[in-house]
Nanobody, 116 residues
Framework: QVQLVEAGGGLVQTGGSLRLSCAAS????????IAWYRQATGKQRELVAS???????NYADSVKVRFTISRDNANNTMYLRMNSLKPEDTAVYYC??????????WGQGTQVTVSS
């Protein structure tokens, strides 16, 4: 069984920074793709950032430059560094891993709230 446990969400003022983490319990980073999604209240879930197994990174236009996706193989953890946060970044953030099989896994979500 594979589990993804997210942490690092919270309340921050406009212009502040947060780092979200997503710790995997198993061999989850033998991946096809890893990603962060977010879903604001009343909105559809959207892709924020991703890394493919070939190393390609992609970011939503709204977070380019400000956000960085990364991973730490030693700790089987992925991260989303968020800088210059804006109120429109307020959402529940979910990590996602696609492994060979294919198998898909989602984190439980962590709330990020940016106050104006």
């Amino acid at each position: 069984q594979v589990q993804l446990v997210e942490a690092g969400g919270g309340l921050v003022q406009t212009g502040g920074s947060l780092r979200l983490s997503c710790a995997a319990s198993g061999k989850t980073f033998s991946f096809i793709a890893i990603a962060w999604y977010r879903q604001a209240t009343g909105k559809q879930r959207e892709l924020v950032a991703s890394i493919t197994s070939r190393g390609s990174t992609n970011y939503a236009d709204s977070v380019k430059v400000r956000f960085t996706i990364s991973r730490d193989n030693a700790n089987n953890t992925m991260y989303l560094r968020m800088n210059s946060l804006k109120p429109e970044d307020t959402a529940v953030y979910y990590c996602y891993v696609a492994n060979p099989g294919p198998k898909f896994y989602w984190g439980q979500g962590t709330q990020v709230t940016v106050s104006s």
